[in-house]
């Protein structure tokens, strides 16, 4: 294969706090083999293609350490695990993959689906039948009871079409993860708590230290990766100490999990994008505010900002992750809200947010994708910014300003098509939003307004 000459005036390599200015890639067989000055680089042979960026802000291709590429833009998790067969799910991820790339995501981490949907659509991208981003593949969530993705009344459990797969003993625990694991994933996810409550309002951890241990010491034997749920101190504690790779949220860490985290060397991922959604779209959602779910999320955002803060400024390291799949978070949509929040919300720097959606998050990608810098060795991996994120990282949430995608050197036209959603998401059985009582219906102007009261 012949090489590919990058011409860049302006390049952030994802590694760096500044930008590089007359700079040049070159691409062999898919992978960056030169990085560096114009004026040092190899020459072009004739027939060798070159590639002019122009005034354009070149750097790494994102990472989205949080997509759930199967979930299919879900509002509820009766969309998630039950009107949709999992062969559907797959085909509707690689249907939704092209959004992910039009955003300017080259990679993405799927923290969790059912049995074998994200494995599959890897497994069809890595093959060449389809083009999308590079994918790091989970299976169903290690959950238990108090925890995340056990979300259903325990008369109808968790099926093995679910997401969430119940391990509620060490011999569940072990055989489920060297399932997975003979399966093909790169990471598991643990659901390492979830909306329960001890009576002053902490979190109840799912698993016990011993567990949590217990598990992630398998995981790790057997080459893959944990991520885990965890809002709660105690979910927090447990994990770090376990030595997980990644924690979402951590929303409720106390200094005791700071220090956890940074002995144990785990990543952070906030996960913001799905809230601070929820509470800025909650207006035009009567629902949202009368059952106080807006105001739990911006309790949760308050609380967790001041957490999260304290846990940066101790040198907690962080990731970035959207929590992209849900009709608050549609693919293609926010994932880049996610840099923003970090820089705007918890005080990292442009260039210190920018590495955390490219260098760092690509940690969690499989060893054979090295991806998220522009460095020698790497995947060719990059995207040409109309304008410079690290003057306003926001850009990036604008589509348009996305001029170019590239994968292993070579452009993408992602194809993002429109659809109808209720074919591909919407199908729940739910007819009614609301209660029609006589008195609704009088309030909004349906019948009129008794006359008992005047007689």
């Not at 900002?305 to 304290?310: M, Y």
């Not at 720097?349 to 490219?358: E, F, I, S």
């Given at each position: 294969m012949t090489r590919i000459h990058v011409n860049c005036p302006t390049l952030f390599t994802g590694l760096e706090d500044t930008p590089r200015q007359h700079q040049r890639l070159v691409i062999e067989n898919g992978v960056f083999s030169y990085v560096g000055p114009q004026a040092s680089a190899p020459e072009p042979v004739p027939g060798e293609q070159i590639i002019d960026t122009g005034d354009h802000f070149v750097m790494p291709g994102l990472v989205d350490v949080h997509t759930h590429i199967v979930f299919g833009n879900a509002k509820s998790e009766e969309d998630v695990d039950l009107h949709v067969s999992p062969e559907f799910r797959a085909l509707r991820g690689l249907f939704f993959t092209q959004h992910v790339l039009a955003a300017g995501y080259t990679s993405v981490v799927v923290p969790g689906d059912?049995?074998?949907?994200?494995?599959?659509?890897?497994?069809?991208?890595?093959?060449?039948m389809f083009t999308g981003p590079r994918i790091a593949a989970?299976?169903?969530?290690?959950s238990n009871r108090q925890s995340l993705n056990d979300w259903f009344p325990s008369w109808v459990g968790t099926p093995d079409y679910f997401t969430g797969r119940l391990c509620a003993t060490r011999d569940d625990q072990i055989s489920e993860i060297r399932r997975q694991a003979k399966d093909g994933v790169d990471l598991m996810k643990i659901a390492m708590d979830g909306p329960h409550f001890r009576p002053n309002g902490e979190h109840i951890a799912a698993f016990t230290q011993d567990e949590t241990s217990f598990m992630v010491d398998e995981i790790h034997r057997l080459g893959k990766k944990v991520a885990v749920h965890a809002y709660g101190r105690e979910a927090v504690l447990y994990a770090a100490k376990a030595g997980v790779d990644v924690i979402f949220h951590g929303f409720f860490m106390d200094d005791a999990c700071i220090e956890a985290i940074l002995e144990s060397g785990c990543h952070v991922a906030p996960t913001f994008t799905m809230l601070a959604n929820n509470v800025e779209f909650a207006e035009d959602y009567e629902a949202s505010t009368r059952s106080g779910y807006a105001a739990m999320q911006r309790r949760v955002i308050d609380i967790g900002?001041?957490?999260?803060?304290?846990a940066f400024e101790a040198g907690v390291p962080f990731m970035a992750g959207s929590d992209s799949g849900f009709a608050i978070t549609p693919y293609g949509e926010w994932h880049a809200r996610e840099i923003e929040i970090l820089v705007d919300?918890?005080?990292?720097?442009?260039?210190?947010?920018?590495?955390?959606?490219?260098?760092?998050s690509a940690k969690m990608m499989p060893a054979s994708q090295s991806?998220?810098?522009?460095?020698?060795?790497?995947?060719?991996?990059?995207?040409?910014?109309?304008?410079?994120?690290?003057?306003?990282?926001?850009?990036?949430?604008?589509?348009?300003?996305?001029?170019?995608?590239?994968?292993?050197?070579?452009?993408?036209?992602?194809?993002?098509?429109?659809?109808?959603?209720?074919?591909?998401?919407?199908?729940?059985?739910?007819?009614?939003?609301?209660?029609?009582?006589?008195?609704?219906?009088?309030?909004?102007?349906?019948?009129?307004?008794?006359?008992?009261?005047?007689?």
């Open positions: 059912a049995g074998n949907c994200s494995i599959s659509v890897r497994n069809a991208i890595n093959a060449g989970s299976s169903n969530v290690i900002c001041r957490n999260l803060r304290r919300w918890l005080g990292l720097t442009p260039a210190q947010a920018l590495r955390a959606a490219t260098s760092v991806v998220g810098a522009l460095e020698v060795g790497r995947r060719a991996d990059f995207i040409r910014v109309d304008g410079s994120p690290l003057d306003n990282v926001a850009i990036l949430q604008e589509r348009e300003r996305i001029r170019g995608v590239y994968l292993g050197g070579r452009r993408i036209e992602a194809q993002v098509p429109g659809y109808d959603p209720y074919k591909v998401t919407d199908l729940s059985t739910v007819k009614w939003a609301e209660l029609h009582t006589r008195q609704r219906a009088i309030d909004l102007g349906k019948r009129a307004p008794s006359t008992a009261n005047n007689r």
